[in-house]
């Protein structure tokens, strides 16, 4: 399997335009997140799937912020309008579902997003 | 707000332990503890997790003390590879997938 795959793996963008982050998640695998990572604030959830229904978007910082999974091989992460304070690196993982214990969260690349 | 507390950075010697300590004093019981670990400019892995008993795996072992507030990760033989930072995380059993991340430890592993 080729893990999870993210795109793009960078993107410059200048305040005020739209951003969309891909996500394929890892074939079989029931849960999707979305995180964003930055110096200050660390590792954040932002929202998290389950058989492609949301289940908790506390983590989504507003409304320019929002999150899509029309299948079970592709999510989405838009920003519109996007700002200078959104530039970060948002990350995509997947697992699966396989009794009562946890089961480990598997990360694509990234991507980086800086927003001029 | 995470629930767990690590020392901010470590350093170790190339093919000695590392030993990554990790405070969460309240814990539940029936919350895990999970480690993981993120290289510079990759996604973090997951290395393993306890409930109550040790564990160990091909990575690491984890200890966890008998009233389970706090543990430790053992790096038995660290090589210059390991250098990351290391994620110590609760998270609460059942259906809640949630995870929440504190900023870890940066441990540097030296020639």
């Known amino acids: 399997d080729a893990g999870v795959i993210q795109s793009p793996r960078h993107e410059v963008t200048e305040m005020g335009q739209e951003v969309t982050l891909r996500c394929k998640p890892i074939?079989?695998?029931?849960?999707l997140f979305w995180y964003r990572q930055t110096m200050m604030r660390g590792l954040e959830l932002l929202i998290y799937?389950?058989?492609?229904?949301?289940?908790?978007d506390s983590g989504m910082p507003e409304d320019r912020f929002s999150a899509k999974m029309p299948n079970a091989s592709f999510s989405t992460l838009k920003i519109q309008p996007s700002e200078p304070r959104d530039s970060a690196v948002y990350f995509c993982?997947?697992?699966?579902?396989?009794?009562?214990?946890?089961?480990?969260?598997?990360f694509g690349p990234g991507t980086r997003l800086t927003v001029l | 707000d995470a629930k767990t507390t690590q020392p901010t950075s470590m350093d170790c010697a190339e093919g000695r332990a590392a030993n990554l300590p990790c405070n969460h004093s309240?814990?539940?019981?029936?919350?895990?503890v999970y480690w993981y670990r993120q290289i510079h400019s990759q996604g973090p892995q997951y290395i393993i997790h306890?409930?109550?008993?040790?564990e160990t795996n091909e990575m690491a072992s984890l200890i966890i003390t008998e009233d389970r507030k706090s543990s430790t990760l053992i790096l038995p033989h660290a090589t210059l590879r390991d250098t990351a930072v290391y994620y110590c995380?609760?998270?609460?059993?059942?259906?809640?997938?949630?995870?929440?991340w504190g900023l870890g430890t940066s441990l540097a592993v030296n020639p």
């Open positions: 993982a997947s697992s699966r579902l396989a009794g009562i214990t946890y089961n480990e969260q598997f």
């Open positions: 306890g409930l109550k008993n040790n």
């Open positions: 995380i609760v998270r609460e059993s059942g259906n809640n997938r949630k995870l929440i």
């Open positions: 799937f389950n058989n492609n229904v949301p289940i908790d």
């Open positions: 309240t814990i539940s019981g029936n919350e895990y």
């Open positions: 074939s079989g695998h029931d849960y």
